[in-house]
């Protein structure tokens, strides 16, 4: 695993950025997984940026993203299907029937999850996966337990990550309690993995998850301990316990 410490929030999304283009421009028709929330965000934004000016092209790009809230429709402005199109799609030249995203009030949610996972299958497996890191070590929406999934489906979400996740709507009780997420297994299968990590909030966290020795469904980032390339990207504040700072 390769650990890269920057010094802020716009240094990480800018290097997070750069490393995605860089493996679309070794391989234009790279399939690539994609995170939501508050970390990757300036990626995009920095992802755009560079398309604006050329430098790299999303037209044979295929995406799959991790998760999505279920009950909220892609109409939603809090379901994970409208923050990609605003934050990123809508904003290059990606086709649409190119982007996957988990559909959250489909009529047979679990007929739903085995068409995301056929629809992967399709092209083998996922080449770089982009990773946030919860509070509590969850990745996609695969929170800590007896077990682990494997392939997508259903999970509650706990009370930690509904209570982190409460900061995007109007009240906490908004905040769906379940959501589709693809599986460890599937995430596991990807060819890289890049994990980006920002915040003060997170150092506790990045410090347990780099400092295992073996892996634990109730860390399940720890999983990525045994993954052959994954590259981490966190800046000053999510390090600052592995930097013997805090």
């Known amino acids: ?10 240094e990480l999304s800018k290097k997070a950025a750069f490393f995605v283009a860089e493996e679309i421009k070794k391989k234009p028709d790279l399939v690539l997984g994609l995170a939501t929330g508050s970390t990757p965000l300036g ?15 999303f037209s044979r ?3 799959f993203n991790l998760d999505e809230y279920v009950g909220l429709s892609p109409e939603d402005k809090n379901s994970y ?4 199109f605003e934050n990123f799609f ?25 068409r995301y996972d056929e629809e992967i299958l399709k092209y083998e497996r996922i080449d770089l996966q982009i990773l946030g890191i919860g509070i509590n070590g969850h990745i996609g929406f695969n929170e800590p337990g007896d077990e682990l999934i494997t392939s997508t489906h259903v999970t509650e979400l706990s009370e930690e990550t509904r209570k982190a996740n409460s900061k995007f709507f109007e009240s906490p009780d908004e905040v769906p309690r379940f959501a589709i997420t693809m599986g460890l297994g599937t995430i596991m299968k990807a060819r890289k993995i890049l994990l980006l990590a920002s915040g003060k909030e997170k150092a506790k966290i990045i410090f347990e998850f780099l400092g295992e020795e073996s892996v634990s469904t109730k860390v399940p980032a720890s999983f ?11 800046d000053e504040k999510a390090a600052q316990l592995i930097k013997g700072q805090g």
């Open 90 to 114: 809508k904003h290059i030249n990606i086709p649409p029937e190119n982007i996957h995203i988990p559909n959250g009030i489909a009529d047979d949610i679990e007929e739903e999850c085995r």
């Open 224 to 234: 990525l301990l045994i993954h052959p390339d994954v590259t981490c990207i966190i």
């Open 1 to 10: 695993m390769k650990v890269i410490v920057v010094k802020d929030y716009t």
């Open 81 to 84: 299907h409208y923050y990609m």
């Open 61 to 63: 790009v295929i995406t």
């Open 43 to 57: 990626m995009y934004r920095e992802l755009v940026k560079l398309f604006q000016n050329g430098e790299v092209d």
